[in-house]
């Protein structure tokens, strides 16, 4: 019987691939930089039409299936997740990084049927790693099987998040508050490589044994949660409570003993949700 999903995710990897080598080829140029919301929070041109390459490749096969991107979102496409087949694409995780020529730059998909993550892709482009996932088939980098480090000792831990600039003070004063008092625990070091979807392979394949974030978005995160789920990760709410994909927060981590021990010293804030 044949695999619906599965051709879909063989589709997705040949897309993908094209997507990184778009990206590839325009850190060979100029890169035409325009401004979103704040400096930190920029949009390129290969952005949209990385974008545009996968999603028009896509519905060309799949022309009834539904689509969250992230760029399609900024210029006014509605983010809801429906029980629909749907693609959620970053083009580029990892924009600041694309601009600086910092080599954390990825490719993130993942695709969803009833609301359920049925498989992940991330392509770490630069370093030319191909991390994939399929629902109870295992994660692999390159083809390779990896799993996560399985460290519960929060002490032993290398953990990740992001580091930019919070327009709220109260936000930005909370956030350098976290990770004042992850590294008062003491762990061994925190880390801030600039790519969500890249984390969280780096946790999946067992470089990094947890990562946090609050205020990141659902195109972040699908890709690299079923690339952290498959590798034997636990992924969960900053509150302790389950993982929503809508929820804008997410801990991941190599153990229930490391993520809950970071649940209890993180300080959440608002950051909205991009249901809503």
Not at 44 to 60: A, F, H, P
Not at 113 to 133: L, W
Not at 175 to 201: D, E, F, K, Q, Y
């Amino acid at each position: 019987m044949s695999d619906p999903w599965q051709e879909c995710m063989d589709h997705c990897i040949e897309v993908t691939k094209k997507a990184g080598k778009m990206i590839r080829d325009a850190l060979q140029k100029d890169i035409a930089i325009m401004q979103k919301s704040s400096p930190v929070d920029l949009v390129t041109e290969t952005d949209q039409r990385v974008e545009q390459l996968i999603i028009s490749s896509i519905k060309e096969k799949y022309p009834t299936h539904s689509f969250i991107g992230e760029e399609s979102v900024a210029a006014g496409s509605p983010s809801v997740l429906t029980d629909d087949p749907t693609w959620i694409i970053d083009p580029i995780d990892g924009t600041t990084n694309f601009v600086h020529r910092f080599p954390f730059v990825a490719v993130s998909i993942g695709f969803t049927v009833k609301k359920a993550i049925e498989f992940g892709i991330v392509y770490s482009c630069i370093e030319d790693k191909m991390y994939t996932a399929r629902k109870g088939k295992g994660a692999f980098c390159n083809g390779v099987p990896i799993k996560v480090s399985g460290q519960e000792d929060i002490t032993k831990s290398l953990v990740l998040t992001e580091t930019g600039f919070k327009s709220n003070p109260e936000h930005f004063k909370t956030m350098t508050a976290n990770i004042t008092a992850i590294l008062s625990i003491p762990v061994h070091g925190i880390r801030s490589p600039g790519s969500a979807a890249v984390n969280m392979c780096l946790v999946a394949c067992g470089s990094a044994d947890a990562y946090y974030h609050m205020g990141i978005h659902c195109w972040d995160m699908a890709g690299g949660a079923a690339i952290v789920t498959e590798a034997g990760g636990v992924i969960m709410d900053i509150s302790g409570g389950p993982f929503d994909l809508m929820s804008r927060r997410l801990i991941v981590a190599s153990s229930r003993a490391v993520a809950e021990r970071l649940v209890r010293e993180i300080i959440e804030f608002d950051v909205g949700r991009d249901d809503q």
